[in-house]
């Protein structure tokens, strides 16, 4: 049987970023995944010049500029923030100078890019569907990994779990311990083609009916959107009114500033709702002997806007650095990896912890956001944050 150095679950963005960092550092690496690629990931789309600047660094920027000319991308330039009292705060995004921009990349695509860039640095793929952890002597040694072929047990120097919010890999290593609903929350995204948009710009709602979430536009080409919103999930779960999402998606589009927007005969598709887990939560760990969590199976995502995507680049970068060092010097202990939850404290953690305080105004004091968004200039850092954080 192989032992790979590196095994992957999971080849979303930050899989085939963590597979990606280690395979160009020399190490044997494979990435699971139970779907084939491309796929879609139910999303915003909403991807930062940040994120794709770390993608560069992995050698994919010829493949970012190729999908931005193919407009397969879109490029943002500005920012439109309502408050729960109807302000209106418009903003530009300060990046348009940079080489990668911040684009509404579909993740169709998006998260094309990132696997094959991670096969293109070397990193071998198997579709399967990750079941479990195997232990040995405590230690995480292998996966079990249902195939077309059958159950198959794949080995690893280093696990790395990056199976999304609903990882086998992290229930397997936190043996139970898991989010707690105050940071949770839930989501739904679809497709609209055939409203007018704001041409290069993001909206943000934030409203009463939801807060502390907010719904969103975001546009992937002239004439279609991403639209969405997302609620927290003890906040969900406790409405006396029981809205389901797709009932709340109807309250956004006939709000005033939607409604005389949508053009006749508009369409939506790709309406799904998927969940997401905080990176506010600090008390569950992300080293284990022998594996690291990274992106959603993690849980990095911001409480604030729901941005997860270029947290998940960080972690795959911070567990490829630490990783790297753990296998050179033979290594791969949780005393060993702990590095890595140091790291990810200070590089995403605190700023979470932050974004959640901010939450927590939010619902509690709503007129502060009035009073923000009223009173803040066009540059402000409130509205810079939404973008900055995603
Ligand atoms: C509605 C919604 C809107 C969002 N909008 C944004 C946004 O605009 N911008 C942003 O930055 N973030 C956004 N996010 C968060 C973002 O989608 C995630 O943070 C991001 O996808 C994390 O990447 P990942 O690679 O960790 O996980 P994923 O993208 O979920 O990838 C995980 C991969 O693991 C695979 N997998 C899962 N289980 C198994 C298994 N058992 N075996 C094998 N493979 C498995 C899956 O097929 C998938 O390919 C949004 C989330 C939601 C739900």
Redesign the pocket.
Known sequence: MTTYDVLV???????AATAAYFARQGFHTLM????TFP?D????????SG?MEILVGLGMKEAILKAAAEQLFYPIDSIRLLSPKGYQLDTPVNDSHKEVRTYIAP?LHF?NLVYEGALAAGVEFQQ????GVVRENGRAAALTVKTAEGTQTIAGRLIIG???????VARDLRQGQTFTDNHRAI???AYLTGLDIIPGGVEFYMYDEILPGYAWI?PTAANQVNI?L?MRLDIYRGQKSKTTLNQLLDHFLSLPAIKPRLQPGYTLEGVA????NMGSQTNLPYAFDNALL????AG??NPLT???????LISACLAGEVGTAALKANDTSAAALKRYEKLCYQQLSKDMIRSYRLQYIMLHFPFVIDWLVRRMGANSRFAQTFIAK?
């Open positions: 679950a999971g080849a979303g963005p930050a899989g699971l995944d139970r779907h796929r990931k139910i999303c915003g789309d909403a991807v930062t994120a993740r998260d399967g569907a990750v079941q990056a199976d999304g919010v609903t990882s086998a989501a739904l995204r975001f969405g997302g709702t998927w969940q997401l990274v992106g959603d199976a990095f995502i729901g941005g997860g995507i270029h947290n998940a995603l």
